[in-house]
């Protein structure tokens, strides 16, 4: 597609202003998050949430899921080939929420656990896999969204 057309005819600009919608949608379904990517990271919190189940040896949980998640950010990234915009500052604040959310999920479960009430640690693992899957979903419509105004 031409940068800098020096062409005054109307309808040779509306189509290259045809192409360049199409640019953009090509480009925000390009960013779109994967189904397969949420629910990997869902699964990842989830397991995290749980780890105090497994007293001494959740460092060794620990040790896999930082790992897993690495190689799921590089996969993500191989994939859609392109930078997308940043999710901006609502963006940032879903994350924040899911930070806050998460650890205070594991907070309960620890609490869960150190109350022997082992079996209801599921509770806060399901909580957090399914905050994890909104909240990403939520900051990759925001991605979405500030990509497809891109100028």
């Not at 600009?13 to 919608?21: I, K, P, S, V």
């Not at 949430?49 to 930082?66: E, N, S, Y």
């Not at 929420?97 to 309960?108: F, K, R, Y």
Request: net charge positive; charged share 15%.
């Amino acid at each position: 597609m031409e940068n800098h057309s020096t062409t005054t005819d109307p309808a040779r600009a509306g189509q290259l202003l045809a192409g360049l919608d199409a640019d953009r949608a090509a480009l925000v379904d390009r960013v779109t998050t994967p189904t397969w990517y949420v629910v990997a990271l869902a699964a990842l919190t989830a397991a995290f949430v749980a780890g105090p189940l497994l007293g001494d040896r959740q460092t060794a949980l620990f040790g896999m899921i930082a790992p897993a998640a690495l190689v799921l950010a590089l996969e993500l990234r191989q994939r859609r080939l392109v930078r997308p915009a940043g999710p901006g500052a609502a963006g940032w604040g879903v994350v924040a929420v899911l930070l806050g959310g998460v650890l205070l999920l594991l907070s309960v479960s620890f609490g869960l656990v150190a109350s022997g009430l082992d079996a209801w640690v599921v509770l806060p693992a399901l909580a957090a896999g399914a905050l994890t899957y909104l909240a990403v979903g939520r900051v990759d419509a925001h991605v979405r969204r500030r990509t497809a105004r891109v100028a």
